[in-house]
C-alpha cells in the first residue's frame, strides 16, 4: 500500500457555537513521525482544534482524515471518540488523571490496551512481554527507578511524564498533548522535550504550548492560530521572525 506522508489531514474546519465562529476553514496537514505544534494566543482555538480531531466536538464544516500506517484511511469527523482512540489517536487532558494510590507500574498495566478497567486488570494479569514493554517505556520517561512508587507520591513533573507513559504503552499512532509543560520548571520543561523527542520515533506528538523555549527545542512545524483562523505555517524560527505572528503576540502582551 503506498504511503501516505502524512498522518492527518484537516480540511477546512469550521466550528460555530451558536454562531460564534471558533475556528474558520482551517486546513493542516501533520507529518508522521513529526513534533507538530497549535500556538496562538488564547482563544484562538487551538484546544477547540484537539476537540475536533478526537470527535469530542462536531465541526460546522469540514474534515479530518487519518492515514494510519499500513491500514486503510479513516475520516475522523463523524466517527465515535472510543473508536477513535482506539484506532490508535490518544489524547492527554490538561488534567493529570493517574491513579493516586497505585503505583507507576500499576498504572501501566491498567493502561494496557485491551483492559477494560480495575477490574479486568485483576483477572487478566499481564504477560511477561507486556511487563517488558512497560518497562521499556518507563525507562523511556525517567520512571523506571520509580516502579513501585504510588504515583500520588511522585512531584508534579513525573506525573505528567506518566501520564504521557500512559499513552505510549497503548501504542498509538498520534499522541495529542495540550500543554505538557504547564507549571513545570525550565530543567523540566527541558527533560519532557527530550522524552518527547525520543517518542516520536515510534509515533507523530500534535502539543499545543505556549512556552517558546520549549516549542524552540523540539517542534518540526508550528501552525499558527488566531481568532480561529490559520495565521501561518512552517518551521518555527520563520514563524516567530514573521511580524503578523510577532503583532498577534505583542498585542495580547507578548510570551
Ligand atoms: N463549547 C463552547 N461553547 C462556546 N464557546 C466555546 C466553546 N469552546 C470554546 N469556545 C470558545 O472558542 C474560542 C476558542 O477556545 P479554545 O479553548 O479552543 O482556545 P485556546 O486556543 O485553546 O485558548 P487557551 O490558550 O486559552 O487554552 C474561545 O473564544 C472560547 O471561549
Ligand atoms: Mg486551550
Known amino acids: 500500500m503506498k504511503q501516505n506522508e502524512n498522518v ?7 466550528v460555530s457555537f451558536d454562531g460564534f465562529y471558533a475556528l474558520t476553514d482551517v486546513k493542516a496537514n501533520v507529518k508522521r513521525n513529526s513534533i507538530h505544534f497549535f500556538l496562538g494566543p488564547n482563544g484562538a ?23 494510519p500506517k499500513n491500514r486503510e484511511p479513516m ?7 472510543y473508536k477513535i482512540v482506539n484506532e490508535g489517536v490518544g489524547r492527554k487532558f490538561q488534567v493529570p488523571s493517574v491513579f493516586i494510590n497505585l503505583t507507576v507500574e500499576e498504572n501501566m498495566i491498567l493502561s494496557l490496551k485491551g483492559h477494560k478497567g ?11 512481554e507486556e511487563l517488558d514493554e512497560i518497562d521499556r517505556i518507563l525507562e523511556k520517561v525517567g520512571l523506571l527507578d520509580e516502579k513501585e512508587t504510588r504515583a500520588g507520591a511522585l512531584a508534579d513533573g513525573k506525573k505528567q511524564w506518566l501520564e504521557i507513559a500512559m499513552q505510549i504503552v497503548q501504542k498509538p499512532e498520534i499522541i495529542m498533548l495540550d500543554e505538557p ?16 523527542k525520543e517518542i516520536k520515533k515510534d509515533c507523530t506528538i500534535i502539543v499545543i504550548e505556549h512556552d517558546m523555549d520549549f516549542v524552540k527545542q523540539i517542534a518540526d512545524k508550528v501552525t499558527v492560530l488566531h481568532e480561529g483562523k490559520v495565521l501561518m505555517e512552517g518551521d518555527i524560527t520563520s514563524v516567530l521572525a514573521d511580524e503578523t505572528v510577532q503583532a498577534v503576540y505583542l498585542g495580547r502582551g507578548g510570551e
Open 45 to 67: 482555538g487551538k484546544t477547540t482544534l484537539l476537540d475536533i480531531i478526537c470527535a469530542k466536538t462536531k465541526p460546522t464544516q469540514g474534515t479530518v482524515m487519518y492515514y
Open 181 to 196: 509543560a504547564a507549571g513545570m520548571g525550565k530543567p523540566e520543561t527541558f527533560r519532557t522535550g527530550e522524552i518527547l
Open 75 to 81: 475520516r475522523l469527523t463523524g466517527m465515535k471518540e
Open 8 to 14: 492527518l489531514e484537516i480540511n477546512n474546519i469550521s
Open 118 to 128: 480495575i477490574l479486568d486488570s485483576i483477572f487478566h494479569k499481564p504477560g511477561k
